[in-house]
């Protein structure tokens, strides 16, 4: 894989090897919590359904902004929907800032958006365990990036030092596409009214199990949203996208309370299994997804032979600042987890063992 291949990599099923069929597929690579929204959100998307003949109403859009403004405590002028958290980053690459910086270990899309808009981007690598300790921005630099929690290491930043790097001419981006299952009082979106450079990224791809829907949305000052969304095309979103996002945010609070009690208790229960089969833990992680180190000494052949059984995992050498020793799981229940150590003490045995023969 080239440099740009390996940024682009997202561990989907196609890109696993394991084509479109997932029948039989314990997925710990995809961070996709369920294989599809909770059923009140899905009955809420086919009531709409028949009325797909007209174009996205301006009332259902303006309406989810306005949903998504008093979930945040912002005024709707400081919120942009989007196509999936994603599509951000590359409005964002589109204001053409000189000096990016991108903090790895992370998500890679705002490296790949910038670099495809002709940007000259720089990297602030961080050490394990992957915190911020006293490292900075470069005073020069006009954008900033960074997850909070950061994927794939689930490390959850301090936001008072995020809240930190804004200042005049810079902005500062902060990707929170976990934070609704992590602590929401550690959220910055509510502060960009008080920041003119800070723009929040959130997604409910992930919680609400909307990745094939693509559902999002930035929030920053109303300036900069105007300056955000004045090359997008006419209706950039879809009605269904529109009513998810007014659904989720309308009616989801118990939902996601349900769903980040769920991820805490199966977190900690997964990461004592791991522990107890041999894997490393890297990292404390806030979100719903583990950085581990697998026992053995070729991580990699163990991952092909697991994707070989249907058994996927987030390869991390595609992170900057990581290598293949290391995984990312996503968080999941206990029987996943005993198929995933059961496989993995497996291959370890029989590579012993022909070592062995050798």
Same mark, same amino acid.
């Given at each position: 894989?080239?440099?740009?291949?390996?940024?682009?990599?997202? @561990?989907?099923?196609?890109?696993?090897?394991?084509?479109?069929?997932? /029948?039989?597929?314990? /997925? $710990?690579?995809?961070?996709? =919590?369920?294989?599809?929204?909770?059923?009140?959100?899905?009955?809420?998307? =086919?009531?709409?359904?028949?009325? #797909?003949?007209?174009?996205?109403?301006?009332?259902?859009?303006?309406?989810?902004?306005?949903?998504?403004?008093?979930?945040?405590?912002?005024?709707?002028?400081?919120?942009? #929907?989007?196509?999936?958290?994603?599509?951000?980053?590359?409005?964002?690459? @589109?204001?053409?800032?000189?000096?990016?910086?991108?903090?790895?270990?992370? $998500?890679?899309?705002?490296?790949?958006?910038?670099?495809?808009?002709?940007?000259?981007?720089?990297?602030?690598?961080?050490?394990?365990? $992957?915190?911020?300790?006293?490292?900075?921005?470069?005073?020069?630099?006009?954008?900033?990036?960074?997850?909070?929690?950061?994927?794939?290491?689930?490390?959850?930043?301090?936001?008072?030092?995020?809240?930190?790097?804004?200042?005049?001419?810079?902005?500062?981006? *902060?990707?929170?596409?976990?934070?609704? #299952?992590?602590?929401?009082?550690?959220?910055?979106?509510?502060?960009?009214?008080?920041?003119?450079?800070?723009?929040?990224?959130?997604?409910?791809? &992930?919680?609400?199990?909307?990745?094939?829907? =693509?559902?999002?949305?930035?929030?920053?000052?109303?300036?900069?949203?105007?300056?955000?969304?004045?090359?997008?095309?006419?209706?950039?979103?879809?009605?269904? +996208? !529109? *009513?998810?996002?007014?659904?989720?945010? =309308?009616?989801?609070?118990? $939902?996601?309370?349900?769903?980040?009690?769920?991820?805490?208790? +199966?977190?900690?229960?997964?990461?004592? &299994?791991?522990?107890?089969?041999?894997?490393?833990?890297?990292?404390?992680?806030? !979100?719903?997804?583990?950085?581990?180190?697998?026992?053995?000494?070729?991580?990699?052949?163990?991952?092909?032979?697991?994707?070989?059984?249907?058994? #996927?995992?987030?390869?991390?050498?595609?992170?900057?600042?990581?290598?293949?020793?290391?995984?990312?799981?996503?968080?999941?229940? !206990?029987?996943?987890?005993?198929?995933?150590?059961?496989?993995?003490? @497996?291959?370890?045995?029989?590579?012993?063992?022909?070592?062995?023969? +050798?």
């Amino acid at each position: 894989m080239t440099e740009d291949d390996l940024l682009r990599y997202h @561990g989907d099923l196609a890109g696993a090897g394991v084509g479109g069929d997932v /029948d039989g597929v314990v /997925d $710990f690579a995809v961070n996709v =919590r369920a294989p599809g929204p909770p059923e009140w959100l899905a009955a809420e998307l =086919r009531s709409e359904i028949a009325g #797909l003949g007209a174009y996205p109403p301006e009332a259902v859009v303006d309406s989810a902004r306005q949903v998504v403004a008093e979930h945040h405590g912002v005024d709707p002028g400081c919120v942009l #929907l989007l196509s999936g958290a994603a599509e951000g980053f590359s409005l964002i690459a @589109g204001l053409g800032t000189r000096n990016p910086v991108v903090v790895h270990p992370g $998500f890679t899309e705002p490296e790949v958006a910038l670099r495809a808009a002709g940007a000259p981007v720089r990297r602030m690598i961080l050490d394990a365990p $992957f915190t911020l300790g006293g490292g900075t921005p470069p005073d020069e630099a006009d954008l900033v990036v960074i997850g909070n929690p950061t994927n794939p290491t689930g490390v959850l930043h301090p936001a008072e030092v995020i809240r930190g790097w804004c200042r005049p001419g810079r902005i500062t981006v *902060v990707d929170e596409a976990f934070m609704d #299952l992590t602590d929401e009082t550690r959220s910055l979106a509510g502060e960009v009214p008080r920041h003119p450079g800070l723009v929040v990224l959130r997604s409910l791809t &992930k919680t609400f199990s909307l990745a094939g829907l =693509r559902c999002g949305y930035l929030l920053a000052s109303p300036d900069l949203v105007r300056r955000l969304a004045a090359r997008r095309p006419h209706w950039p979103l879809g009605t269904l +996208q !529109a *009513v998810a996002i007014r659904a989720a945010l =309308r009616d989801g609070a118990e $939902f996601v309370a349900e769903e980040r009690r769920t991820v805490e208790r +199966q977190r900690t229960d997964m990461e004592q &299994k791991l522990r107890a089969a041999g894997f490393t833990v890297r990292t404390r992680s806030w !979100a719903p997804y583990l950085l581990v180190t697998p026992p053995g000494d070729d991580p990699e052949r163990t991952r092909s032979a697991l994707a070989a059984r249907g058994i #996927l995992v987030r390869r991390c050498d595609t992170f900057p600042g990581l290598d293949d020793t290391y995984w990312r799981l996503a968080v999941r229940g !206990a029987r996943e987890v005993a198929t995933l150590v059961e496989a993995v003490a @497996g291959h370890t045995v029989n590579n012993a063992e022909e070592r062995g023969r +050798q």
